[in-house]
């Protein structure tokens, strides 16, 4: 059992960049480095949306169409942590980031088994 904390969201203006990070709490029985893990987002009233994702080892990635090319997905397994950084940020990339993890690869199009509280992101114009 993996307890996922998220960090690193806020206000940026379009254009800029923000680096969101997701490390397994102290509650946790199992460290996050045994788990392939990815990150979602959702704006109210919109179904949530695979956003990145990348395996235990770190080798295997995969990006949605929408962040391609302005989003990177990387992990440190000894500090038992993930991040999601982003640049080129667009108004249409304000939503809550979910930060998530599961033993299964990929997880575009699964409800991962664990996710944290989420963390907003906000991109004005």
């Known amino acids: 059992q993996v307890h996922l904390e998220e960090s690193g969201g806020g206000l940026v203006q379009a254009g800029g960049s923000l680096r969101l990070s997701c490390a397994a709490s102290?509650?946790?029985?199992?460290?996050?480095?045994?788990?392939?893990v990815a990150w979602f987002r959702q704006v109210p009233g919109k179904d949530r949306e695979f956003v990145a994702s990348?395996?235990?080892?770190?080798?295997?990635?995969d990006y949605s169409d929408s962040v391609k090319g302005r989003f990177t997905i990387f992990r440190d397994n000894a500090k038992n942590t993930m991040y999601l950084h982003m640049n080129s940020l667009t108004p249409e990339d304000t939503a809550v980031y979910y930060c998530?993890?599961?033993?299964?690869?990929?997880?575009?199009?699964?409800?991962?088994?664990?996710w944290g509280q989420g963390t907003q992101v906000t991109v004005s114009s």
């Open positions: 102290g509650r946790s029985l199992t460290s996050l480095s045994t788990y392939n």
């Open positions: 998530t993890a599961d033993p299964r690869y990929p997880l575009r199009g699964l409800v991962a088994q664990y």
């Open positions: 990348i395996n235990w080892e770190g080798f295997r990635t």
